[in-house]
């Protein structure tokens, strides 16, 4: 099958699990590559943490940062009212004691398991703007760092208190302009956290084939990446036996996101990067995870002939 007709085909996928999205997958030997509307910018929720973790990485190799200096954290209850790092599901937003934990350790909670707080202790360290310039020393264009993650958890509160979460992701839906603006700061994307499944495969590209990044660095954000504890999005068509995933997933209302590098046992090694929003105002979509997953995995076995 052709490239026109597959991707034809895995538009209607999308279209029949009610998505939209921007997929690309890339031979990261050879360069080639196979994607839906790859330039298609949106909001990245939390894989605003790949950049996040490559500046604290970068300054921690520089010598500016100590991976083993302790920062202290308070629990979400003294966070309302100053310090303010971002809450959430899992981590450091849980806990309801003081802690005081590594910058090694925090990088991994921020990656591996998506902590907002330990992503916010870090951004804390390294701020938006800075993080926004070491992807561009990086040479990494097309991903806009903006704010810190509990800006997005602060005016979802604020925004989106409904009484259920079906109307929460109606809302989200529903807010949007054909400009892809919105009426909450963190959904719009000449103000949100941004990029395209194209810029996030050049940030996997670099950090396997590292030629501007330092290859330590590198190394220590990629074996982050495979230590991710999220696998129910593109983990079950792309890990096995024979297969090494690593990945970082993000997810905010009606978005759902993933990108990863796929490394084979006969050497072939591929980066996909798989972003998209959801027109169906539901939190748990099962059939969304397998389309993205079905899409992300035709695309790369296009890309290798099989």
């Known amino acids: 099958m052709n490239s026109v007709r597959l991707v034809?085909?895995?538009?209607?996928?999308?279209?029949?699990?009610?998505?939209?999205?921007?997929?690309?997958?890339?031979?990261?030997?050879?360069?080639?590559?196979?994607?839906?509307?790859?330039?298609?910018?949106?909001?990245?929720?939390?894989?605003?943490?790949?950049?996040?973790?490559?500046?604290?990485?970068?300054?921690?190799?520089?010598?500016?940062?100590?991976?083993?200096?302790?920062?202290?954290?308070?629990?979400?209850?003294?966070?309302?009212?100053?310090?303010?790092?971002?809450?959430?599901?899992?981590?450091?937003?849980?806990?309801?004691?003081?802690?005081?934990?590594?910058?090694?350790?925090l990088l991994y909670l921020s990656v591996s398991m998506s902590d907002n707080a330990a992503a916010d202790a870090l951004f804390g360290l390294v701020p938006p703007r800075d993080v926004h310039g070491a992807l561009r020393h990086a040479g990494i264009e097309g991903i806009a760092v903006r704010h810190r993650m509990r800006d997005v958890s602060e005016a979802a509160a604020a925004n989106l208190t409904p009484r259920s979460t079906g109307l929460a992701h109606a809302?989200?839906?529903?807010?949007?302009?054909?400009?892809?603006?919105?009426?909450?700061?963190?959904?719009?994307?000449?103000?949100?956290?941004?990029?395209?499944?194209?810029?996030?495969?050049?940030?996997?590209?670099?950090?396997?084939?590292?030629?501007?990044?330092p290859p330590e660095v590198a190394e220590r954000l990629r074996l982050l990446m495979r230590e991710n504890v999220f696998r129910q999005r593109l983990a079950p068509d792309f890990a096995s036996d024979a297969e090494t995933w690593s990945s970082k997933t993000g997810t905010l209302l009606n978005l759902r996101h993933e990108v990863g590098v796929v490394e084979h046992d006969d050497g072939d090694t591929l980066a996909v990067a798989a972003l998209t929003e959801s027109r169906v105002p539901a939190a748990a979509q099962p059939a969304a995870e397998a389309a993205m997953a079905q899409v992300a995995r035709a695309l790369h076995d296009h890309l290798r002939g099989g």
């Open 171 to 213: 809302l989200a839906i529903g807010a949007g302009t054909p400009g892809q603006g919105h009426q909450l700061a963190q959904l719009d994307v000449s103000r949100a956290n941004a990029g395209s499944a194209r810029a996030f495969a050049d940030l996997l590209h670099e950090l396997w084939r590292p030629s501007r990044v």
């Open 8 to 105: 034809a085909e895995l538009r209607g996928v999308l279209a029949d699990a009610g998505l939209a999205g921007s997929f690309l997958v890339r031979d990261l030997a050879t360069g080639e590559q196979v994607g839906i509307d790859a330039d298609r910018v949106l909001p990245v929720a939390s894989l605003v943490k790949l950049p996040l973790a490559l500046a604290v990485l970068q300054r921690r190799h520089a010598g500016l940062l100590d991976g083993a200096a302790e920062i202290d954290v308070r629990p979400a209850g003294e966070r309302a009212s100053a310090g303010r790092p971002a809450s959430g599901p899992v981590g450091l937003s849980r806990f309801r004691h003081p802690a005081r934990i590594a910058v090694d350790d």
